[in-house]
């Protein structure tokens, strides 16, 4: 029985017209996971989180909405009003490494003060209308602040503990630290899900047999690269360029009914960034996206990439 699969969430690409589509052609995802809104003191969401969560902009998606603060007022404030809207589970970052973000000690940042965190999460969990779960990176600086931090969430009724086995330092670099992954998948009682680095479906199922007690596995980067990659994983059909072509279109159209030009020009290049990588030879047309200026020379160099370089045999995301 393959794993349920999570659509982890990128801030400036799995925005809601981006999950929409995705939804809407690809099956085999059973979360999307949005990213993070941030709620401040003024307790109102900006007109752009407003639009992120709306239940009508994620219609037909299962979306489940992240939020990111240190202030569990706040917290509760924003799981209030996300539950008011319909939805039934928030997820917490404690991931996201963004120095602006982190300087606040918000994100990954939080893990630099556990007994702030620990108060933090006393009052989260003891009054939040819903289920938490909860993303986190290992630790800031060093691996070895895990042990800490596993055994101080421990002590809560975690919905699901997502783990990406990086250290707030490595940003995205690097590879994955699985000994403390290992170290989880040992200790943790909660439904744990593995997120990092997943892009084939080889490493999915290599994950999954490995670490067996895994509950679910969470893509970014592999699945905007090969957007069918967990209706693969699910046992049915690869990705055909037709339908590569076909998704691109969709999106396209949907980023120019949401944004201006400028904004969904750069979007459709950092997409097509990713979905370059499940072609064969792909660097010309790929340098012309990104060098793309308007979106004349973008279309051009998209149509460019599609009738003249060949689906890969195992379409899949390479780190550059
Ligand atoms: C541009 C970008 C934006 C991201 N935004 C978020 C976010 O809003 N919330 C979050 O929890 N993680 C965010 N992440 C982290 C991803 O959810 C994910 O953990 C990361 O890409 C590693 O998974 P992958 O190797 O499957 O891509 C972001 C990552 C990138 C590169």
Redesign the pocket.
């Known amino acids: 029985m393959p794993l349920p699969i999570y659509f982890?969430?990128?801030?400036?690409?799995?925005d809601a017209p981006f999950r929409r589509v995705h939804s809407a052609m690809f099956t085999g995802v059973d979360k999307y996971?949005?990213?993070?809104i941030s709620p401040t003191q003024n307790l109102i969401m900006t007109s752009r989180e407003l639009h992120a969560v709306a239940p009508e902009h994620n219609a037909g998606v299962r979306a489940i909405p992240?939020v990111?603060t240190k202030e569990a007022e706040h917290f509760l404030w924003a799981a209030r009003t996300l539950y008011d809207m319909g939805y039934g589970e928030v997820?917490l970052?404690l991931?996201?490494p963004s120095g602006t973000v982190t300087a606040k000690g918000k994100?990954s940042g939080m893990l630099t003060n556990l007994p702030h965190l620990e108060a933090f999460l006393d009052e989260i969990y003891a009054h939040a209308p819903m289920p938490i779960s909860i993303?986190t990176r290992i630790g800031f600086t060093s691996p070895d602040e895990f042990d800490a931090l596993l055994a101080l969430l421990a002590r809560y009724p975690v919905h699901e503990l997502?783990i990406?086995p990086?250290t707030r330092v490595q940003f995205?670099k690097g590879r994955?630290h699985m000994p403390s992954y290992a170290k989880a998948h040992e200790a943790c009682t909660r439904p744990l899900v593995y997120?990092?680095?997943?892009?084939s479906a080889g490493d999915c199922e290599a994950l999954a047999a490995q670490y067996p007690r895994t509950k679910a596995l969470?893509?970014?980067?592999?699945?905007?690269a090969n957007p069918a990659l967990a209706r693969r994983l699910a046992g049915g059909p690869d990705v055909t360029a037709d339908e590569l072509r076909s998704y691109h279109d969709a999106l396209l159209e949907a980023y120019l009914a949401r944004y201006p030009k400028n904004v969904a020009l750069g979007r459709m290049i950092g997409i097509m960034n990713h979905l370059s990588c499940c072609f064969e030879s792909p660097e010309k047309p790929r340098k012309a996206v990104r060098k793309a200026r308007t979106l004349e020379a973008y279309q051009d160099a998209a149509a460019a990439l599609f009738a003249r370089c060949a689906l890969r045999e195992n379409p899949c995301?390479i780190p550059e």
């Open positions: 982890a969430p990128l801030e400036g690409v799995t996971f949005i990213p993070f992240q990111l997820n970052n991931g996201c994100g993303k997502i990406h990086r995205y994955p997120n990092g680095d997943l892009f969470m893509l970014g980067r592999g699945l905007i995301f």
